[in-house]
Nanobody
Framework: QVQLVESGGGLVQAGDSLRLSCAASGGTFSSYAMGWFRQVPGKEREFAAAMTWSGGATLYADSVKGRFTISRDNAKNTVYLQLNSLKPEDTAVYYC??????????????????WGQGTQVTVSS
């Protein structure tokens, strides 16, 4: 059983940056593909980014491509999401997730087996 704990969210202004972290425990972190999703109240969870266990491949949603960067440190059992050039529409709860099936990378939430509790990102205009 993998436990995921996100941190790093907060209130920022449009154009600012944040780095989210997701610490994993209870499993072999390097065996999982990792993803980041986000959700606003009343809407479905939306894919943001994913990365293979080796970090050799990534996948991004069009809405964040060029602004967000996913990375991971397997030695620290941590995956990161760097959020740059933030916009008010990026406001959401951000979740990290781990997938036992590591390839191909998937933008579908049902492809992920473990989820964190989320961290709030609020971007003011």
């Amino acid at each position: 059983q993998v436990q995921l704990v996100e941190s790093g969210g907060g209130l920022v202004q449009a154009g600012d940056s944040l780095r989210l972290s997701c610490a994993a425990s209870g499993g072999t972190f390097s065996s999982y593909a990792m993803g980041w999703f986000r959700q606003v109240p009343g809407k479905e969870r939306e894919f943001a980014a994913a990365m293979t266990w080796s970090g050799g491949a990534t996948l991004y949603a069009d809405s964040v491509k060029g602004r967000f960067t996913i990375s991971r440190d397997n030695a620290k059992n941590t995956v990161y999401l760097q959020l740059n050039s933030l916009k008010p529409e990026d406001t959401a709860v951000y979740y990290c997730a781990a997938a036992l099936r590591t390839w191909p990378l998937s933008p579908r939430s049902r492809s992920y087996d473990y989820w964190g509790q989320g961290t709030q990102v609020t971007v003011s205009s």
